[in-house]
């Protein structure tokens, strides 16, 4: 079992940053992606950004360019650095893991809101 546990959420003016990290309970020496998914009110949840374990990353569209993914395994640490925020970014953010050993194996954080508005 891991846990994930989110920070950095908050209230942000648009056009201003936020960075935000999930920490993991262990390190997971396996191969596995990490991610941020992100679900607004009313909004089913969808995929921000995700990066492996050998640090390959994607991104959704609509924050290319913007966000930014990355991992510190030794720190058990995932960021999303998020610039130039928008209000259609205000949404609950997921820290997301898959581990896969004997298959798939999913874990998911409690989340953390950050809302973009003046």
């Known amino acids: 079992q891991v846990q994930l546990v989110e920070s950095g959420g908050g209230l942000v003016q648009p056009g201003g940053s936020l960075r935000l990290s999930c920490a993991a309970s262990?390190?997971?020496?396996?191969?596995?992606?990490m991610g941020w998914y992100r679900q607004a009110p009313g909004k089913q949840r969808e995929l921000v950004a995700t990066?492996?374990?050998?640090?390959?990353?994607n991104y959704a569209d609509s924050v290319k360019g913007g966000f930014t993914i990355s991992r510190d395994d030794a720190k058990m640490t995932m960021y999303l650095q998020m610039n130039s925020l928008k209000p259609e970014d205000t949404a609950v953010y997921f820290c997301?893991?898959?581990?896969?050993?004997?298959?798939?194996?999913?874990?998911w954080g409690q989340g953390t809101q950050v809302t973009v508005s003046s």
């Open positions: 997301n893991l898959k581990t896969y050993v004997g298959g798939m194996t999913g874990y």
């Open positions: 990066i492996n374990s050998g640090g390959n990353t």
């Open positions: 262990r390190r997971i020496f396996s191969i596995n992606t």
